[in-house]
């Protein structure tokens, strides 16, 4: 779980909300929080803010954990896919 | 006098009542994104993602090593009933091309989770005891003799493959005006997607699995086996062979007569090679 789909589900659990609760306060289906919540999807901006409203917690620290989960899961690909051509760079090398 | 150490049973539940909360899920799910789209294929993430999530609030824990059990077998899945939590082990949560991958889920999150999660917490709030239920290979059989596994089996392959969409799949997908006949162990002629395909069908129930095999990507790659399982189970393929060799009595007279039930045409069928 993302530390953003943590922080959806701490908060709304808090709040009392359902999911579905949630989903219909900003207009989504209950799947999409799901996929917050459970799979670490991160929604857009004006949705982030949504959230944070709707949760009545502060939007800037809801933003603020979105882009470290963001940046973080950018920081991974980039790294996994650095290792990938490490790999196959020395293999071509291994082969020449 | 010694006590007898506590042993965590299921509720009583009849196959019917089970097969009945299995299809309601899936029809929970096809009223919440429209039949129309449910029609399309059905599979475990989004029914998760759509009902049993927000409804039933289990948790899955994915990529873990599960390790063994007693009997030292892999442990593919295992249900926390009082965190509400399933575990699913690696080598199946990533191994997409696992046979048994969307069986286990189903089995651990559908069987464990929504169909025994309520009364599993009941009953360990009332006598303590179990931490855990550990799914290994051998309890995704159907011939599984504990009586909580046997459930979750009845449950997840039923809700993998509800009637309302497999009945509608079969027949779209072998152009059905009639039920497909089983006669014997011969070469069929099968109409699939509007292309007739020659199988070597050497059972029913192999029939079923050639079947079964054909429809997986609309149920989200549910095994063979246990789609070929369902279609035994319904009335969409009938096995002739057998009912061919039941005897009849015929009026006061004792001996039996062998009664051919399959018409002349479907058997001459069964036989183009």
Same mark, same amino acid.
């Given at each position: 779980?993302?530390?953003?789909?943590?922080?959806?589900?701490?908060?709304?659990?808090?709040?009392?909300?359902?999911?579905?609760?949630?989903?219909?306060?900003?207009?989504?289906?209950?799947?999409?929080?799901?996929?917050?919540?459970?799979?670490?999807?991160?929604?857009? @901006?004006? %949705?982030?803010? +949504?959230?944070?409203?709707?949760?009545?917690?502060? /939007?800037?620290?809801?933003?603020?954990?979105?882009?470290?989960?963001?940046?973080?899961?950018?920081?991974? +690909?980039? =790294?996994?896919?650095?290792?990938?051509? %490490? @790999? &196959?760079?020395?293999?071509?090398?291994?082969?020449? | 006098?010694?006590?007898?150490?506590?042993?965590?049973?299921?509720?009583? &539940?009849?196959?019917?009542?089970?097969?009945?909360?299995?299809?309601?899920?899936?029809?929970?799910?096809?009223?919440?994104?429209?039949?129309?789209?449910?029609?399309?294929?059905?599979?475990?993430? @989004?029914?998760?993602? =759509?009902?049993?999530?927000?409804?039933?609030?289990?948790?899955?824990? +994915?990529? %873990?090593?599960?390790?063994?059990?007693?009997?030292?077998?892999?442990?593919?899945?295992?249900?926390?009933?009082?965190?509400?939590?399933?575990?699913?082990?690696? #080598?199946?949560?990533?191994?997409?091309?696992?046979?048994?991958? /969307?069986?286990?889920?189903?089995?651990?999150?559908?069987?464990?989770?929504?169909?025994?999660?309520?009364?599993?917490?009941?009953?360990?709030?009332?006598?303590?005891?179990?931490?855990?239920?550990?799914?290994? =290979?051998?309890?995704?059989?159907?011939?599984?003799?504990?009586?909580?596994?046997?459930?979750?089996? #009845?449950?997840?392959?039923?809700?993998? /493959?509800?009637?309302?969409?497999?009945?509608?799949? #079969?027949?779209?997908?072998?152009?059905?005006?009639?039920?497909?006949?089983?006669?014997?162990?011969?070469?069929?002629?099968?109409?699939?997607?509007?292309?007739?395909?020659?199988?070597?069908?050497?059972?029913?129930?192999?029939?079923?699995?050639?079947?079964?095999?054909?429809?997986?990507?609309?149920?989200?790659?549910?095994? /063979?086996?246990? %789609?070929?399982?369902?279609?035994?189970?319904?009335?969409?393929?009938?096995?002739?062979?057998?009912?061919?060799?039941?005897?009849?009595?015929?009026?006061?007279?004792?001996?039996?007569?062998?009664?051919?039930?399959?018409?002349?045409?479907?058997?001459?069928?069964?036989? @183009?090679?």
């Amino acid at each position: 779980m993302s530390s953003f789909g943590i922080l959806i589900k701490q908060s709304r659990e808090n709040r009392g909300l359902t999911v579905r609760a949630l989903a219909d306060a900003i207009g989504k289906s209950p799947g999409y929080i799901s996929r917050i919540e459970v799979r670490g999807e991160i929604p857009s @901006v004006e %949705l982030v803010v +949504e959230l944070a409203t709707a949760l009545e917690g502060d /939007a800037e620290r809801f933003l603020e954990c979105a882009k470290n989960d963001s940046m973080e899961r950018a920081t991974n +690909e980039v =790294e996994t896919k650095y290792q990938d051509a %490490l @790999v &196959l760079f020395r293999k071509g090398k291994r082969d020449a | 006098m010694r006590e007898r150490p506590f042993r965590l049973k299921p509720e009583i &539940l009849t196959n019917g009542e089970i097969q009945n909360r299995a299809e309601r899920l899936t029809l929970n799910f096809a009223e919440q994104v429209g039949l129309d789209v449910a029609r399309l294929g059905i599979n475990f993430q @989004v029914v998760y993602e =759509e009902i049993i999530y927000p409804d039933y609030g289990i948790e899955i824990q +994915e990529g %873990l090593d599960l390790g063994f059990d007693d009997a030292g077998k892999k442990i593919f899945g295992r249900f926390l009933p009082v965190e509400n939590i399933v575990q699913i082990d690696r #080598v199946i949560s990533h191994n997409h091309n696992h046979p048994q991958r /969307a069986f286990t889920y189903w089995h651990e999150v559908g069987g464990h989770g929504v169909l025994q999660g309520e009364w599993l917490r009941k009953q360990v709030k009332l006598h303590g005891g179990l931490s855990s239920i550990a799914t290994t =290979e051998d309890s995704l059989s159907f011939g599984v003799v504990n009586a909580l596994e046997r459930q979750a089996n #009845v449950f997840a392959a039923r809700a993998g /493959a509800p009637n309302w969409l497999l009945y509608h799949v #079969v027949a779209e997908t072998m152009d059905l005006t009639r039920p497909v006949r089983y006669i014997g162990p011969f070469k069929y002629s099968l109409q699939i997607r509007g292309r007739t395909e020659t199988v070597t069908v050497k059972s029913f129930e192999h029939l079923c699995w050639i079947i079964g095999k054909r429809i997986q990507f609309r149920f989200g790659w549910l095994s /063979a086996e246990a %789609l070929g399982y369902r279609i035994a189970e319904t009335s969409m393929v009938k096995d002739f062979a057998k009912s061919r060799f039941e005897l009849h009595r015929v009026g006061n007279d004792r001996r039996s007569i062998p009664v051919f039930l399959s018409p002349v045409g479907d058997i001459l069928a069964g036989m @183009v090679s």
